[in-house]
């Protein structure tokens, strides 16, 4: 923590500059660190007793030497050896002192000036040394911050000059609040595992730019060369969902008729009444022709081949096997579409899926086998469809 000497404000440790007035720390700056403080005794340790164990040596008798023959007057002095074990009086003495534990002096403490070293009169002051902050990470600028426009350093919103290079804030910039589309569309810094080498790009270049575009041109004009086919899959999904009525006919017209079994049964809503052209055979090229007042979509077509849902007498006249179903449009456009019957009793439905009809003929292709003297018969042709 570094406390401003000039305003008494409390900066961290990694600014320069003060928060409040702007002072270069380093110079007007003093460090605190917040540390407990070591407590030291102020009596010395006590000293523990030295206690000696007097050793009893055993005395020695001396023994006197025999005197010389010589009649002298020099007597020489008997040397009594001194017991083992005795204690010196030097020695003990020593030891007993270096047993004692003096008390230390505390270090006297030196006032501690953090400011420029006092100088001679007249002598030339040397300039502060300018203390350069390592290569630091940058942390990551979050909105509302100050940006200066000095540096570039990011600031939090309560400061008024600048962390890293002391200029003012008053006119800085503020970091706005990223939009939700530069969220979602930007991509984050991803977090490599220890020891992971980061992928280097090389070619500066934003692939989405060019990917995006391509992928909508291509389903544009996927969908632009589909459309009618879409279009016929659309109008045959609500066929399906929206359901179709029956669309009845205004007027009712045959190449040729029977007698008693003209054009109009084929439309009476009775399965038990057909009609017949008018020669016995396999009538190829005969027709039954419907007209409406109004266009409509046709979805179907039901077709009642034979004369009858009864098996015998549906088998006593003919049937046709391929008949040949003509479309009118209300602008003047002709479709044609071949069917298949099978040669079973009950109706059989087609999938049609033709918009504004207003006409609609079924001719006679092919029959299957027809009995001797009977004719080909169609016994109901139902339109299902909406307007």
């Known amino acids: 923590m570094l406390i401003c000497t000039t305003c008494g404000t409390r900066n961290e440790d990694d600014e320069h500059f003060c928060a409040e007035c702007g002072a270069y720390l380093a110079w007007e700056g003093e460090r605190v660190e917040e540390r407990a403080e070591e407590q030291v005794a102020d009596t010395p340790a006590p000293v523990a007793p030295v206690v000696v164990t007097p050793t009893v040596a055993t ?16 007597r020489p002095a008997v040397t009594t050896p001194a017991p083992e ?25 030196q006032p501690r000036h953090d400011g420029p070293a006092p100088v001679l009169p007249g002598a030339r002051a040397p300039k502060p040394r300018t203390v350069r902050p390592g290569p630091v990470d940058e942390p990551p600028r979050n909105p509302g911050d100050q940006v200066c426009g000095q540096c570039g350093a990011g600031n939090v919103a309560t400061r008024k000059f600048c962390r890293r290079c002391g200029e003012s804030l008053a006119d800085a910039p503020v970091v706005q609040r990223r939009s939700w589309r530069e969220r979602v569309l930007t991509r984050r810094p991803r977090e490599l595992a220890a020891g992971a080498r980061p992928q280097v790009r090389r070619r500066p270049f934003r692939a989405r730019w060019v990917v995006v575009p ?26 399906r969902a929206v359901g179709n009525g029956p669309v009845n006919p205004a007027q009712v017209v045959a190449s040729s008729e029977a007698e008693g079994r003209g054009a109009a049964a084929a439309m009476d809503g009775a399965t038990n009444q057909s009609w017949a052209p008018a020669q016995p055979g396999e009538g190829v090229g005969e027709f039954l022709e419907m007209r409406f007042d109004e266009p409509f979509r046709l979805a179907y077509v039901r077709v009642f081949s034979g004369a009858s849902t009864q098996q015998p007498e549906f088998l006593a ?11 009118l449009s209300a602008d003047g456009t002709q479709t044609t579409e071949q069917l298949r019957l099978a040669d079973a009793v009950g ?24 009995p001797e003297g009977a004719s080909v018969s169609l016994g109901e042709v139902e339109f299902l469809g909406r307007p």
């Open 214 to 239: 391509a992928v909508l041109v291509l389903l544009v004009g996927g969908v632009w060369s589909q459309r009618e086919r879409l279009s016929d899959l659309y109008d045959t999904v609500v066929d």
């Open 347 to 370: 109706g059989q439905e087609f999938p049609v899926g033709a918009d504004d009809v207003v006409a609609a003929r079924l001719t006679v292709l092919s029959a299957y086998p027809v």
């Open 85 to 109: 074990g005795a204690p010196q009086p030097a020695t003990t003495r020593s030891r007993a002192e270096a047993l004692l534990a003096r008390p230390v002096d505390p270090p006297t403490t």
């Open 317 to 327: 006249q003919g049937r046709p096997e391929e008949v040949a179903l003509t479309l």
């Open 59 to 74: 005395p020695t008798t001396p023994v006197a030497e025999p005197l010389p023959a010589t009649q002298g007057t020099h």
